[in-house]
């Protein structure tokens, strides 16, 4: 996992709610949790969008089986 080490400007409010709402303890770790939420929620709203769209293909029984066969 590739990190980097940055000086920013945080709201202390801001932080401690994050915190409290994300249970998290420290800027570190909050920052982190934060940012994994907001990436999560984005790919979710992509998936919610290919269902609404009909975009998302679902695998039909025939793909079931293939993927049940034994490999080797």
């Known amino acids: 996992m590739a990190t980097r080490k940055t000086t920013v400007e945080v709201d202390e409010r801001e932080?401690?709610?994050?915190?409290?709402?994300?249970g998290t303890r420290g800027i570190k770790e909050t920052?982190?949790?934060a940012l994994r939420d907001v990436n999560r929620r984005a790919?979710?709203?992509?998936?919610?969008?290919?269902v609404r769209?009909?975009?998302?293909r679902l695998p039909d029984e025939t793909i079931w089986a293939r993927w049940r066969e034994p490999r080797g």
């Open 53 to 56: 769209e009909g975009r998302l």
């Open 43 to 50: 790919a979710l709203s992509r998936a919610a969008s290919y």
């Open 15 to 22: 932080l401690s709610e994050a915190a409290r709402n994300l």
């Open 31 to 33: 920052v982190n949790s």
